[in-house]
């Protein structure tokens, strides 16, 4: 059973534009959701991560917003890149991370 | 990454024979995790270690022993390779159990 479940599969974005990636989790006890940025042949790298005590958190482009009563949180690029393009996980974690299915954004340019 | 290794990089076996994957950490870290990657399934935890010789499943550990018989190296085996174990391997490395750091993977192929 898939404890984090990210939405879309694949995600098309002109430059300049915003992207959206949407996760919903299950297990209440999870406290760290990060995520993931992966490049073709490449390891995940982590992008930005929140605890469940904030509601967004902002680091340049990239902004994770969460809401706890929904059990849901979002990655958000605003001025989205072609250097951008790449795959993105999100997770969830309590002591121990579950991943999301991962979205592949392609930004055109 | 620095401070994280795996070897191979790419590997081609033949179905029923061993094989076994090399993560080596520089970082000291208490904690090693090894995860496959199939498209459409994203990242699935198959064992991780807590410490020298501490080692407990994940959620697809059937097929898979692994060994930490050093703080820096994890070990995992594919007792008997099966064409479903075909993937992409990521090990990763963590202080706290939560802020994971991977390496580069490694390409199995089981033919």
């Known amino acids: 059973q898939q404890q984090v479940k990210q939405s879309p599969q694949s995600l098309i974005v002109q430059k300049g534009g915003i992207s959206i990636i949407n996760c919903a989790y299950e297990?209440?006890?999870?406290?760290?959701f990060p995520w993931y940025q992966q490049f073709p042949g490449k390891g995940p790298a982590l992008l930005i991560a929140i605890r469940p005590d904030v509601s967004e958190k902002k680091e340049g482009r990239f902004t994770i917003s969460f809401n706890k009563s929904a059990k849901q949180f979002s990655l958000h690029i605003m001025d989205s890149q072609p250097g951008d393009s790449a795959t993105y996980f999100c997770?969830?974690?309590?002591?121990?991370?579950?991943f999301g299915a991962g979205t592949r954004l392609t930004v055109k340019p | 990454d620095a401070g994280i290794t795996q070897s191979p990089r790419h590997k081609v076996t033949e179905t029923g024979t061993p094989v076994t994957l090399r993560c080596h950490q520089t970082?000291?870290?208490?904690?090693m995790y090894w995860y496959r990657q199939d498209p459409g399934h994203g990242l699935r935890l198959i064992h991780y270690?807590?410490?020298?010789?501490?080692?407990d499943k994940g959620e697809v550990s059937d097929g898979y022993s692994v060994s930490r018989s050093k703080t820096e190296d994890f070990l995992l085996t594919l007792e008997s390779a099966t064409s479903s174990q075909t993937s992409v391997y990521f090990c990763?490395?963590?202080?706290?159990?939560?802020?994971?750091?991977f390496g580069s993977g490694t390409r199995l192929t089981v033919v």
């Open positions: 297990n209440t006890a999870f406290d760290y």
């Open positions: 270690s807590y410490g020298v010789k501490d080692t």
């Open positions: 970082e000291n870290h208490r904690y």
């Open positions: 990763a490395i963590s202080w706290d159990n939560y802020g994971y750091t």
């Open positions: 997770a969830a974690s309590k002591g121990g991370m579950r």
